[in-house]
């Protein structure tokens, strides 16, 4: 069922003299119009609650209160404990409570439900439902789009349009006559003071893999069929162990590979597919899949690129016909642990004997093009930047001196987001957990991987669940020793001999076979080459990027031009490193989708396949 949301701020308004006619039932009143809501109401206070909680019946028990449907659960939980409370929900939820003159909406953790889009006057569940507006007329806003165009996405609160807002996952928007106001759910400072008492490894393991067979208890809960994404790794062959251990039915995964990949994680997916008797498929991606960037957009909103993207809506499309009542996912898991320690444990020893301020001198230095070609010069500023800036989403789109000289501009401005990150620390330990938070679990969870994924699956109709993304989990690795989920000191993490997800790596490792466990890791992203690898293809996308409404917003469009030339340079020849080359193609697929959004949203052009704009 389609579900949609839409609402104004003034509650004396009505919501049908605001939209475009025939959006809305002509005898429509009240500020609001929605559907697959569920409701509750108290009084002249309204709750809409769009959910799928696996925690209900513990919430039930400790309210001692039966509810008609979870909308009325859920205002109970809130009048009681108050916005907090909402803390307790294990599982994905939008909540928007109407009171007089106050419209708070809350979203879940990771925000795994509905985005909540909104202006001074209106809010909405949809990026495109905020054309359905008669008063609403889509401008850039150029904050975002070089944000876009530099980390591949725009953290929320911002967005791609001008005067419009979007709420953070795990955040509270409280819209009141005094303006908004944004509080967190779940804050730094929690974890930062969490008590880590320490455990011995065989009770950490047992407890650790308790909470995960619990996780995927509650979310196959009565299903008799069960889907689950394979690649070849510990996330997803640890969802796949486990629940073979709670789940006696049938198991369907499904896998992605790559043509022509000599990486290829397909033979090792097969291999854990027949351990643990699943029925298993495949689907190989060509590069054709870049057909779809149009539909792609779409449902992402604001202007999104990421290395994982189109495999998701590979794997997405692929189960989409299924009818599975549940597709789980191993979406988050290095995450939640803390990735990257390497780059985290260097950064540490970097600031602690004095060599932060050489880094950061050679980092705007490097920001030229003597350091954009693929050679050593820049393997080194690409390694520098990694150790330099492990609190911040890693840039393999445009550097500044590109965007610069994309947009004719003395200096590119800085995203909001930078604002919230500290440049201060007194230990290691307080770096990983600045990090685990800020980066780990603020963007990369939040903003890329949970939010692709949840988006994506929502296209398809699929009910897919990160068994990893789990609340109790969430809690009880917030409490563990770090050593535990990074095993390792400064030194060995530092010459890259530190174990991440070290009780997870624990449990599962003895479950999986032997091939699995002792290869190298290739990770959960397409080699974007693929994309680009048809010279007619690519000829036809440089013709309709240098046309586009887009190009001719810029004021110096020589930039394209040289920037073309390069790309189609470097696909004639043989490259030096991958990492150059995945820079490049990251690069050339935010420029086409930037100029795909420019027509689609503020030009206004109806969707189709990418070759309907190459055309």
Request: hydrophobic letters at 35%; glycine letters at 8%; a neutral charge.
């Given at each position: 069922?389609?579900?949609?949301?839409?609402?104004?701020?003034?509650?004396?308004?009505?919501?049908?003299?605001?939209?475009?006619?025939?959006?809305?039932?002509?005898?429509?009143?009240?500020?609001?119009?929605?559907?697959?809501?569920?409701?509750?109401?108290?009084?002249?206070?309204q709750l809409?609650?769009?959910?799928?909680?696996?925690?209900?019946?513990?919430?039930?028990?400790?309210l001692?209160?039966?509810?008609?449907?979870?909308?009325?659960?859920?205002?109970?939980?809130?009048?009681?404990?108050?916005?907090?409370?909402?803390?307790?929900?294990?599982?994905k939820?939008?909540?928007?409570?109407?009171?007089?003159?106050?419209?708070t909406?809350?979203?879940?953790?990771n925000g795994?439900?509905?985005?909540?889009?909104?202006t001074?006057?209106f809010?909405?569940?949809?990026?495109?439902?905020?054309?359905?507006?008669?008063?609403?007329?889509?401008?850039?806003?150029?904050?975002?789009?070089?944000?876009?165009?530099?980390i591949?996405?725009?953290?929320?609160?911002?967005?791609?349009l001008?005067?419009?807002?979007?709420?953070?996952?795990?955040?509270i928007?409280?819209?009141s006559?005094?303006?908004?106001?944004?509080?967190?759910?779940?804050?730094?400072?929690?974890?930062?003071?969490?008590g880590?008492?320490?455990?011995?490894?065989?009770?950490?393991?047992?407890?650790?893999?308790?909470?995960?067979?619990?996780?995927?208890?509650q979310?196959?809960?009565?299903?008799?069929t069960?889907?689950?994404?394979?690649?070849?790794?510990?996330?997803?062959?640890?969802?796949?162990?486990?629940?073979?251990?709670?789940?006696p039915?049938?198991?369907?995964?499904?896998?992605?590979?790559?043509?022509?990949?000599?990486?290829?994680?397909?033979?090792y997916?097969k291999?854990?597919?027949?351990?643990f008797?699943?029925?298993?498929?495949?689907y190989?991606?060509?590069g054709?899949?870049i057909?779809?960037?149009?539909?792609?957009?779409?449902?992402?909103?604001?202007?999104?690129?990421?290395?994982?993207?189109?495999?998701?809506?590979?794997?997405?499309?692929m189960?989409?016909?299924?009818?599975?009542?549940?597709?789980?996912?191993?979406?988050?898991?290095?995450?939640?642990?803390?990735?990257?320690?390497?780059?985290?444990?260097?950064h540490?020893?970097?600031?602690?004997?004095?060599?932060?301020p050489?880094?950061?001198?050679?980092?705007?230095?490097?920001?030229?093009?003597?350091?954009?070609?693929?050679?050593?010069?820049?393997?080194?500023?690409f390694?520098?930047?990694?150790?330099?800036?492990?609190?911040?989403?890693?840039?393999?789109?445009?550097?500044?001196?590109?965007l610069?000289?994309?947009?004719?501009?003395?200096?590119?401005?800085?995203?909001?987001?930078?604002?919230?990150i500290?440049?201060?620390f007194?230990?290691?330990?307080?770096l990983?957990?600045?990090?685990?938070?800020?980066?780990?679990?603020?963007?990369?969870?939040?903003?890329?991987?949970?939010?692709?994924?949840?988006?994506?699956?929502?296209?398809?109709?699929?009910?897919?669940?990160?068994?990893?993304?789990d609340?109790?989990?969430?809690d009880?690795?917030?409490h563990?020793?770090?050593?535990?989920?990074?095993?390792?000191?400064?030194?060995?993490?530092?010459?890259?001999?530190?174990?991440t997800?070290?009780?997870?790596?624990?449990l599962?490792?003895?479950?999986?076979?032997d091939?699995?466990?002792n290869?190298p890791?290739?990770?959960?992203?397409?080699?974007?080459?693929?994309?680009f690898?048809?010279k007619q293809?690519r000829?036809?996308?440089?013709?309709?990027?240098?046309?586009?409404?887009f190009a001719?917003?810029?004021?110096?469009?020589?930039?394209?031009?040289?920037?073309?030339?390069?790309?189609?340079?470097?696909?004639a020849?043989?490259?030096?490193?991958f990492?150059y080359?995945?820079?490049?193609?990251?690069?050339?697929?935010?420029?086409l989708?930037?100029?795909?959004?420019w027509?689609?949203?503020?030009?206004?052009?109806?969707?189709?396949?990418?070759s309907?704009?190459?055309?």
């Amino acid at each position: 069922m389609k579900t949609f949301f839409y609402g104004l701020f003034s509650q004396a308004g009505q919501i049908s003299g605001k939209l475009i006619p025939g959006q809305v039932p002509a005898d429509l009143t009240g500020s609001v119009f929605c559907n697959g809501y569920e409701t509750a109401v108290r009084g002249n206070r309204q709750l809409y609650l769009h959910s799928r909680i696996y925690n209900m019946k513990e919430i039930e028990q400790r309210l001692s209160f039966t509810p008609g449907n979870s909308a009325e659960l859920v205002f109970e939980l809130l009048d009681r404990e108050g916005l907090k409370a909402l803390r307790l929900m294990n599982g994905k939820f939008t909540v928007i409570l109407r009171e007089p003159g106050c419209t708070t909406i809350i979203r879940d953790r990771n925000g795994e439900d509905r985005m909540i889009y909104f202006t001074k006057d209106f809010f909405t569940d949809s990026y495109q439902g905020l054309t359905s507006f008669s008063e609403f007329t889509a401008k850039p806003d150029l904050t975002g789009i070089t944000t876009f165009l530099k980390i591949g996405y725009i953290p929320a609160p911002g967005t791609s349009l001008a005067g419009v807002s979007k709420i953070p996952a795990g955040e509270i928007l409280v819209a009141s006559a005094d303006g908004f106001k944004f509080e967190k759910l779940f804050g730094y400072d929690e974890i930062l003071n969490a008590g880590r008492k320490e455990i011995g490894l065989k009770d950490a393991i047992d407890q650790y893999s308790e909470l995960l067979k619990n996780s995927l208890r509650q979310r196959i809960a009565g299903c008799e069929t069960v889907g689950a994404l394979l690649s070849g790794g510990y996330d997803s062959g640890g969802n796949i162990a486990m629940l073979r251990e709670v789940f006696p039915g049938t198991i369907k995964t499904y896998s992605i590979g790559f043509k022509d990949n000599p990486a290829s994680e397909l033979p090792y997916a097969k291999m854990m597919a027949e351990k643990f008797g699943a029925e298993h498929h495949e689907y190989i991606m060509d590069g054709t899949e870049i057909e779809f960037l149009p539909d792609l957009i779409d449902y992402m909103g604001d202007p999104f690129s990421e290395s994982g993207f189109m495999l998701n809506h590979s794997a997405m499309k692929m189960v989409g016909g299924e009818n599975l009542p549940v597709i789980i996912g191993g979406d988050g898991n290095d995450q939640y642990f803390g990735a990257g320690i390497r780059e985290t444990a260097l950064h540490y020893k970097m600031q602690r004997i004095g060599l932060k301020p050489f880094s950061v001198l050679f980092d705007k230095l490097s920001d030229n093009s003597f350091f954009d070609h693929d050679n050593l010069s820049f393997r080194i500023h690409f390694q520098n930047q990694k150790i330099l800036k492990v609190m911040e989403p890693e840039t393999f789109g445009f550097h500044d001196y590109q965007l610069k000289r994309m947009f004719d501009m003395k200096n590119i401005p800085e995203h909001p987001y930078l604002n919230d990150i500290p440049s201060h620390f007194n230990s290691y330990e307080e770096l990983f957990l600045q990090r685990n938070y800020y980066l780990h679990l603020q963007h990369s969870v939040n903003e890329v991987i949970i939010f692709k994924a949840s988006r994506l699956s929502e296209q398809f109709g699929v009910n897919l669940a990160f068994s990893y993304t789990d609340l109790g989990l969430y809690d009880f690795l917030q409490h563990l020793p770090i050593n535990l989920r990074a095993k390792g000191t400064v030194k060995e993490s530092m010459k890259g001999k530190g174990v991440t997800k070290y009780i997870h790596k624990q449990l599962v490792k003895p479950m999986l076979p032997d091939a699995v466990t002792n290869r190298p890791k290739q990770g959960g992203f397409s080699p974007l080459e693929i994309f680009f690898n048809n010279k007619q293809r690519r000829e036809k996308i440089y013709k309709y990027v240098r046309n586009s409404a887009f190009a001719k917003s810029l004021k110096n469009t020589g930039f394209l031009d040289e920037f073309f030339s390069q790309y189609e340079a470097l696909a004639a020849g043989k490259s030096y490193w991958f990492w150059y080359k995945q820079v490049k193609s990251n690069q050339m697929l935010n420029i086409l989708i930037i100029a795909l959004w420019w027509d689609k949203v503020i030009e206004g052009k109806k969707t189709g396949k990418l070759s309907d704009y190459l055309a």
